[in-house]
């Protein structure tokens, strides 16, 4: 005679508490492991019959994970852009500016950037970095200006919000700067800005957006803005702050056609 075992009943309130015990490991797996080195390329058409390619990358942070930063270099090669942009915070100290430039000097393509707070506050010498930035044919600009290759696009690269640069009329002026709250305070209207600084929150909550962001972010958070001072956009970075962590917010690697 066999003994016919009772068939398990898996009610609804048992599938309930087994997707709120997994749903927390799931999330860490994801935010922790998974989402902070999954580089996102999103590209971004401005022109019907775009003639200069670019791409942005912010707020590296970094902090000795040199595979990140290698990986995020070969992205931009792979894409061949005429040049790139980076928009401050490569790093929190001193000590890790020498090895982050030495793998960005890999780009292949001219180089400009800007610093942000975190670039300041490590009292690195800026003196690697302009050399590291010039060796690729960009520079490294803190309130300055220069031509970007093919001569149809004019940087701007800022380290105080009232410098006294202004656009020149009868070529597309781009503006790069770490803080989105800029744009708010610039005098002037430039037909693109490129920011950082926020990270987009690190986690964010569909519907909602980011559940934390620095100062200076300006109510700018992640993505494209108007602003009165131009069309914004603000790059989720590359890096992370604090924790290293993302939820719904994958560092991101910013293609612009012009």
Not at 37 to 45: D, F, K, M, Q, S
Not at 83 to 90: E, S
Not at 128 to 136: K, Q, V
């Amino acid at each position: 005679m066999s003994l016919k075992l009772p068939t398990p009943r898996f009610s609804r309130r048992r599938w309930l508490a087994h997707m709120l015990w997994a749903a927390p490991s799931a999330l860490a797996l994801e935010g922790g492991i998974v989402e902070p080195g999954w580089i996102a390329v999103r590209t971004r058409r401005l022109s019907a019959t775009p003639r200069t390619r670019f791409v942005q990358f912010t707020d590296v942070h970094h902090k000795g994970n040199e595979a990140r930063l290698r990986h995020l270099v070969a992205l931009i090669n792979d894409l061949k852009p005429d040049f790139a942009c980076f928009t401050g915070d490569l790093i929190e100290e001193s000590r890790f500016a020498q090895p982050a430039l030495a793998i960005l000097s890999a780009i292949q393509c001219p180089l400009f950037g800007v610093p942000g707070n975190h670039d300041h506050w490590s009292h690195a010498d800026f003196g690697l970095f302009r050399r590291a930035f010039h060796a690729t044919g960009g520079a490294w600009m803190m309130d300055d200006v220069r031509m970007a290759p093919g001569g149809r696009i004019r940087l701007m690269g800022l380290d105080r919000p009232m410098a006294s640069l202004r656009p020149a009329p009868g070529i597309f002026n781009l503006v790069l700067m770490h803080y989105p709250a800029w744009a708010d305070r610039l005098p002037y209207k430039a037909d693109l800005l490129l920011a950082g600084h926020t990270h987009g929150g690190q986690v964010r909550v569909p519907f909602y957006g980011a559940l934390v962001t620095p100062g200076e972010s300006g109510g700018y958070e992640l993505g494209a803005y108007e602003t009165p001072a131009g069309p914004l956009y603000v790059n989720p970075g590359i890096g992370t702050l604090f924790m290293d962590v993302r939820v719904n917010c994958r560092p991101e690697l910013t293609v612009f056609e012009v």
